[in-house]
């Protein structure tokens, strides 16, 4: 079975640009969730989204969006990127959302 | 909001050693996951533990859960290169939570 895939790997950007990021859960997987990692902050959790909906969010601002397809695939989109917004970001997917999450391998977006 | 303290923040061994890293909680856990990441990675799941005194072993990892459901030891027994990575622990809230990871080194 495939594993969660993200699109694309690395991503260079300037300030003031806007960036969308995709995520492919493992198939059957219906909850996907969406993670900022920085060496200063560590892990944090962007939001959740299950069946098109998102049922949890962190706190991140307004710039920081997603959305979920019918098909489980989802995106996030950062607007008016911020030099701080550079990270790893990774998505992981589970059946519910309750279960165990499996990881992608991220997305590094540099914010120039 | 509950938080997830890993020590130690970095971790040095020579090959063969065996170490333990700890997490510890602010709250009781109901969900403890251990995940390890290798350096800019996605993180690749270990294991899960979810009542007090369970211990769960993959490979030469154990990891266990305190009684009390407020602490976890993830203990790797004659560590080898493969493992030097960074390992997580996250904790089921109505999200999941995770501490700041351990860097693990292993010295051939």
Same mark, same amino acid.
């Given at each position: 079975?495939?594993?969660?895939?993200?699109?694309?790997?690395?991503?260079?950007?300037?300030? /003031?640009?806007?960036?969308?990021?995709?995520?492919?859960?493992?198939?059957?997987?219906?909850?996907?969730?969406?993670?900022?990692?920085?060496?200063?902050?560590?892990?944090?959790?962007?939001?959740?989204?299950?069946?098109?909906?998102?049922?949890?969010? /962190?706190?991140?601002?307004?710039?920081?969006?997603?959305?979920?397809?019918?098909?489980?695939?989802?995106?996030?989109?950062?607007?008016?990127?911020?030099?701080?917004?550079?990270?790893?970001?990774?998505?992981?997917?589970?059946?519910?959302?309750?279960?165990?999450?499996?990881? /992608?391998?991220?997305?590094?977006?540099?914010?120039? | 909001?509950?938080?997830?303290?890993?020590?130690?923040?970095?971790?040095?061994?020579?090959?063969? *050693?065996?170490?333990? @890293?700890? !997490?510890? $909680? $602010?709250?009781?856990?109901?969900?403890?996951?251990?995940?390890?990441?290798?350096?800019?990675?996605?993180?690749?799941?270990?294991?899960?533990?979810? *009542?007090?005194?369970?211990?769960? $072993?993959?490979?030469?990892? %154990?990891?266990?859960?305190?009684?009390?459901?407020?602490?976890?030891?993830?203990? @790797? %027994? =004659?560590?080898?290169?493969?493992? =030097?990575?960074?390992?997580? !622990?996250?904790?089921?809230?109505? *999200? @999941?939570?995770?501490?700041?990871? %351990?860097?693990?080194?292993?010295?051939?």
């Amino acid at each position: 079975k495939a594993g969660v895939t993200q699109t694309p790997r690395y991503l260079i950007k300037t300030r /003031g640009q806007q960036v969308t990021l995709s995520c492919s859960p493992i198939s059957g997987h219906r909850s996907v969730s969406w993670y900022q990692q920085t060496p200063g902050q560590g892990l944090q959790f962007l939001f959740e989204y299950f069946s098109e909906t998102q049922r949890n969010k /962190g706190n991140f601002p307004g710039r920081f969006s997603g959305r979920q397809f019918s098909n489980s695939r989802s995106e996030m989109n950062v607007s008016t990127l911020e030099l701080g917004d550079s990270a790893l970001y990774l998505c992981a997917s589970s059946f519910g959302g309750r279960e165990t999450q499996y990881f /992608g391998p991220g997305t590094r977006l540099l914010v120039l | 909001s509950q938080e997830l303290e890993q020590s130690p923040q970095s971790l040095i061994v020579q090959e063969g *050693k065996n170490l333990t @890293i700890n !997490c510890t $909680s $602010s709250k009781t856990l109901y969900g403890l996951y251990w995940y390890k990441q290798k350096y800019g990675e996605g993180l690749i799941f270990l294991m899960m533990l979810q *009542k007090g005194g369970e211990e769960k $072993s993959h490979e030469k990892i %154990t990891a266990k859960l305190d009684e009390k459901k407020q602490q976890s030891s993830l203990h @790797i %027994t =004659a560590s080898q290169p493969s493992h =030097a990575g960074i390992y997580l !622990c996250g904790a089921d809230e109505d *999200k @999941i939570i995770f501490g700041k990871g %351990t860097r693990l080194h292993i010295l051939p």
